[in-house]
Each structure stands twice: as C-alpha cells, then as structure tokens.
T-cell receptor
Framework: AQKITQTQPGMFVQEKEAVTLDCTYD???????LFWYKQPSSGEMIFLIY??????QNATEGRYSLNFQKARKSANLVISASQLGDSAMYFC?????????FGAGTTVTVRA | NAGVTQTPKFQVLKTGQSMTLQCAQD?????MYWYRQDPGMGLRLIYY???????DKGEVPNGYNVSRLNKREFSLRLESAAPSQTSVYFC???????????FGPGTRLTVL
C-alpha cells in the first residue's frame, strides 16, 4: 500500500520569503509519480507540479520547485517569493498505476 | 472548455435516502476518478475508471457504486446514505500520460 506523510500540519511564512513543505512517501514500486496540489479556502484542487520517478532533474513550475530525493523517498515542495495568495492547504500525492494517494496536507499562512 | 463539472454543488440527505452525483469532462480524457475529502484529511479514492467500460475499487468503495456512462461521464451513487458519508466529493479526470489529474469543483454532501 502506498503511504504519503506530511509532517507539518501548519506553517507560517513571511511574504516574499521561501518556504519548504515536506513530503515523504513509501512505495516498493519502481515507476510512480509525485504531485503537489494547492487547495485554497474556496475548496478547489489546483495542480502545481509533477515529478516522475525516472525524471533525473527536479521539476520546476514558475515559483514552485520539487526537491526530489529518490533514495530518501522525499519530494519536498519549495515555494519561492511567497505571496499572500499562496495561503492555502497543500497536498502531496503519489500515483501508482491509476491510483492517487494523498497526504494529510500542510496549511500555509503567508503573513504581510 | 469547462474542464471537469460536477452536479450538484451542495446536497443534504436523510439517512437511508439515495442519490447520484454526476461528473462530466470535456477534455477527452480516458481516466476518471471519484474521491472523498473529510475534514483535516487528504482525498481518498473511492472508485476509478481507467477507460470507458471499466471501473475499479479504490481505497474506500463501501457504500458506493459507480457508472461510466460514456467517455465523458462518470457518476457516483449512494444507495442508502449514512451520516459517515458526509463529506466533500471530488471528481477528476486524467489524460493517458497521467502526469496530472484535473479536479472538478466538488460536491458538499451532508447526511443527517
């Protein structure tokens, strides 16, 4: 069974600073995908970034980057230059075949 | 291009009532999914359909049935609603590459 662990229930970050959200995963599969989603207070799920298990380079999408350490089974999300609109819940997820397993989430609050 | 749409947005049921949640996508995706999200938790997969004509159980299928009506539509049915099924339900779809899943806006269901 796949397991995703996000150990930080909540974090505060100052506007314009960077923040790292931790995610570790457990799988015995060789082929899998790792995702980060943002869920603002309005409730929708917004896709942020994807990393395939065979991708050699860390994924980046604008201000989001994924720090993929395969041997340590970690897939941390880095948000650079935080903005007030980044305040939301962030979920790490892992795909194996068709199934997506989610972590419990980390709430990020950006302070002005 | 509406993406993934879900109806209804909100629903209140009494214990024992039945209802069907509707989901449709206009992105020509093969795979579709139903999740539930309980307070303070990540999403959990109820059922998925890898392609038209196939459905499979996810992590929490008990109490639910699904129908992949055609490539566009994937419905979730609660035959006899229970208070434990009070949750927010998300439908999602993904392209063949499965490098992301696109989510609908969610249905907030309360069972009294």
């Amino acid at each position: 069974a796949q397991k995703i662990t996000q150990t930080q229930p909540g974090m505060f970050v100052q506007e314009k600073e960077a923040v790292t959200l931790d995610c570790t995963y457990d799988t015995s599969d060789q082929s899998y995908g790792l995702f980060w989603y943002k869920q603002p207070s309005s409730g929708e799920m917004i896709f942020l970034i994807y990393q395939g298990s065979y991708d050699e380079q860390n994924a980046t999408e604008g201000r989001y980057s994924l720090n993929f350490q395969k041997a340590r089974k970690s897939a941390n999300l880095v948000i650079s230059a935080s903005q007030l609109g980044d305040s939301a819940m962030y979920f790490c997820a892992m795909r194996n075949d068709y199934k997506l397993s989610f972590g419990a989430g980390t709430t990020v609050t950006v302070r002005a | 291009n509406a993406g993934v749409t879900q109806t209804p947005k909100f629903q209140v049921l009494k214990t024992g009532q039945s209802m069907t949640l509707q989901c449709a996508q206009d992105m020509n995706h093969n795979s579709m999914y139903w999740y539930r999200q309980d307070p303070g938790m990540g999403l959990r997969l109820i059922y998925y359909s890898a392609s038209e004509g196939t459905t499979d159980k996810g992590e929490v299928p008990n109490g639910y049935n699904v129908s992949r009506l055609n490539k566009r539509e994937f419905s979730l049915r609660l035959e006899s609603a229970a208070p434990s099924q009070t949750s927010v339900y998300f439908c999602a779809s993904s392209p063949p590459t499965r490098v992301t899943q696109y989510f609908g806006p969610g249905t907030r269901l309360t069972v009294l």
